[in-house]
């Protein structure tokens, strides 16, 4: 079965520092994977997502994410965040199991940035 | 995208009573799936509904607790039933547009409570 870790669960910055957001899965196969973003008190949004072509994805709001397969890893990063960016973040991996696809998630980093 | 709505939107129930969450979407989804966000935790996937079979359960979850229907491709019924404490959480419809690249989209979510 799939899984998904997230090396960090809590992170603080301060406005204009450069976040890198660890995610590791493990599964064999192909790979669908996402970072979503959770903002206080809102829905889950896609960031950015890699299926296949470029390992390196942008997203919005400046993210962009790297695939690296041989390290099974797909790491957020982004160059100099805001205090708009203070929200939850998870790492998830959608793959083939049995009776068909599933999306997996990480247990979530929640990045605090200071003005 | 899609746009999910989620009825109750919260809801506070007594130990040993059983509650229905609606979620209808905007439009015809071949799969909607049902995740349960409990408080710090990241989301864990119950089930995938898809119309016209049995729910697909994940390990851990049981038809008798968390019975799903999906009467048609657009609406779907999540019960949590005899609730305890333990089942207080954040309950999360989710489609996949299936356009191929299997990215979901989320409702709201129901904050359940139980005393």
Redesign the interface.
């Known amino acids: 079965a799939q899984s998904v870790s997230q090396h960090n669960h809590h992170v603080i910055l301060s406005e204009a520092a450069s976040l890198e957001l660890g995610c590791n899965y493990s599964y064999g196969g192909t790979v669908?994977l996402?970072w979503y973003v959770q903002y206080p008190g809102q829905?889950?949004q896609?960031l950015l997502?890699y299926?296949s072509g470029d390992p390196l994805v942008k997203g919005i709001k400046g993210f962009e994410a790297e695939f690296i397969k041989s390290k099974f890893s797909f790491n957020l990063r982004k160059p100099s965040v805001q205090w708009s960016d203070t929200a939850e973040y998870?790492c998830?991996v959608?793959a083939r199991e049995t009776?068909?696809?599933?999306?997996?998630?990480?247990?979530?980093t929640r990045l605090f940035v200071k003005a | 995208s899609a746009v999910i709505s989620q009825k109750p939107s919260r809801d506070i129930c007594q130990r040993g009573t059983s509650l229905t969450i609606q979620c209808q979407v905007d439009s015809q989804v071949t799969m909607m799936f049902w995740y349960r966000q409990q408080p710090g935790q990241s989301l864990t996937l119950i089930a995938t509904a898809n119309q016209g079979s049995e729910a697909t359960y994940e390990s851990g979850f049981v038809i008798d607790k968390f019975p799903i229907s999906r009467p048609n491709l657009t609406f779907s019924t999540l019960t949590v039933s005899n609730m305890s404490p333990e089942d207080s959480s954040i309950y999360l419809c989710s489609v996949d547009r299936a356009s191929g690249n299997n990215e979901q989209f989320f409702g709201p979510g129901t904050r359940l409570t139980v005393l």
Do not use: D, P, V
């Not at chain 1, 068909?100 to 990480?106: L, N, P, R, V």
């Open positions: 669908n996402f829905h889950l896609l997502k299926f998870f998830a959608n009776g068909g696809f599933k999306t997996i998630f990480g247990a979530g």
